[in-house]
């Protein structure tokens, strides 16, 4: 797994070491499904309105069109494990879709009925 560039900004939220590594952890395994993720922007909203939600959106940059997410929870790891999962379904979205663009169907060979060989090349 090569290393991705992860720029997390955080809004009204500290930043501790654990949760940065718990985030660019959970970022990473997307790579499972993207390997060929070139970067990934975070930003991380807190507790805010009337709902009190934490909110955490993202933008992982792929070649092609990008993966853009968004999640809201009333903790922080909550909201990080929700958006990874869109995340996650996005990506194998996209890799379904890249897989079958690939995939060419075979031209069926048309077999004709039995006895038509005595129809077409009859004198």
């Keep these: 797994m090569k290393n991705v560039s992860i720029h997390i900004t955080p809004h009204n939220v500290e930043l501790s070491p654990r949760s940065r ?21 975070i930003i991380l909203r807190g507790k805010r309105g009337a709902d009190r939600l934490f909110s955490v959106s993202a933008r992982v940059a792929l070649p092609g069109h990008d993966l853009q997410g968004n999640a809201r929870h009333a903790k922080l790891h909550g909201a990080i494990d929700q958006l990874v999962a869109r995340l996650a379904r996005l990506a194998r979205k996209r890799k379904t879709r890249l897989v079958s663009a690939f995939r060419r169907p075979t031209k069926k060979q048309i077999k004709p009925w039995p006895g038509a060989d005595a129809l077409l090349f009859s004198p």
């Design 21 to 41: 590594n718990f985030i660019e952890t959970k970022i990473s395994a997307l790579s499972r499904f993207a390997g060929d993720m070139l970067g990934a922007e």
